[in-house]
């Protein structure tokens, strides 16, 4: 096999009893909560203590990288990697850039962060479909005569989200509908990320930054606010600047696409990401994982993989 792309979720699709499959079948899985657990004092293993509000962002990323952990011991070998938002943070740990323990604290920070600018700047996000980018962001430039609006994701060419205060976002609608755009979803997103209303979390996370510690990667992990590889010299400021910058993730799944691979697969809630992909480059093979049946689907094309080529390893 020549390698895959991994797609590591972010928020949005995270749901009740997330890995409690996976959980009562697979021990790396299990390791993975327990050495986490340990990492920022919270029993993970808690069904209700994964659901908590407070707890999104670990859940995501620990979830996460228990199922990257078992495919991996199982045959998955990354050849580049990408992750939307919070998601770049399990790619670049799954690479190796990022240590998993030492960064669980950092990202229950980055939560707290977000959460405190939120309160201070209520906020909504709205998904505009099939709507050209270019006629989004005269939208947003109209609408911000009358609030704070701006592109927050450039997920794939059918869906741009918007994000700022209320009135903006509504005289941005506006804008759109006048325009011809015939669907605009709202998100469930009490804070506006990726837009300037994160500038006060933005500028906390830069100081915590400093004493994270930085590695080199195994495999190349693409950032979604500058479409170019993490590197050891860049990964802070990418970090610290994601929270206020446009993510670009359709760009993203472009540069993937151009690095050999065998198949993309999706590791963490949801098949958003994956729905992207498709979106982006409609030919490409994909998978999902975020249950035991899923994760099983991989590891069988994993095998199928290997017993077609057995001597690509």
């Known amino acids: 096999m020549t390698g895959s792309i ?19 079948q697979e ?27 407070d707890n999104t962002q670990i859940s995501i990323v620990v979830f996460s990288m228990g199922i990257y952990r078992v495919l991996a011991h199982d045959g998955l070998a990354l050849t580049a990697a990408s992750g939307l938002s919070l998601g770049e943070y399990s790619a670049l740990i799954a690479s190796g850039m990022l240590s998993f323990a030492q960064t669980l604290p950092f990202i229950q920070d980055r939560e707290r962060y977000m959460s405190e600018a939120g309160e201070k700047h209520p906020a909504a996000m709205a998904a505009v479909m099939k709507a050209d980018a270019q006629l989004v962001n005269e939208a947003c430039e109209s609408a911000r005569k009358q609030g704070k609006v701006y592109i927050a994701n450039y997920n794939s060419p059918r869906q741009i989200v918007i994000g700022g205060d209320q009135q903006g976002i509504d005289a941005a609608k506006a804008y759109l509908l006048a325009k011809g755009v015939k669907r605009i979803v709202p998100v469930n997103m009490s804070v506006a990320s990726h837009t300037p209303l994160m500038a006060e979390a933005s500028e906390r996370l830069a100081e915590r930054i400093e004493s994270l510690p930085i590695h080199s990667g195994q495999f190349s992990v693409i950032s979604n606010t500058i479409n170019q590889p993490f590197t050891v010299s860049n990964l802070k400021d990418t970090l610290v600047n994601q929270l206020i910058k446009p993510t670009h993730f359709s760009e993203n799944i472009q540069s993937l696409n151009a690095v050999p691979h065998d198949f993309f697969v999706e590791i963490g809630p949801g098949k958003t990401l994956s729905k992207f992909a498709k979106q982006t480059v409609s030919d490409i093979e994909t998978y999902s994982v975020d249950n035991i049946e899923s994760l099983n689907a991989v590891r069988k094309r994993i095998e199928e993989g290997e017993k077609a080529w057995p001597n690509r390893k």
């Open 6 to 24: 991994g797609l590591f979720s972010g928020q949005g699709q995270q749901f009740l009893g997330m890995g409690q499959d996976i959980y009562s």
């Open 27 to 53: 021990s790396l899985y299990r390791e993975t909560l327990a050495e986490a657990s340990d990492a920022v004092h919270l029993d993970l293993t808690d069904p209700e203590v994964m659901a908590s509000s």
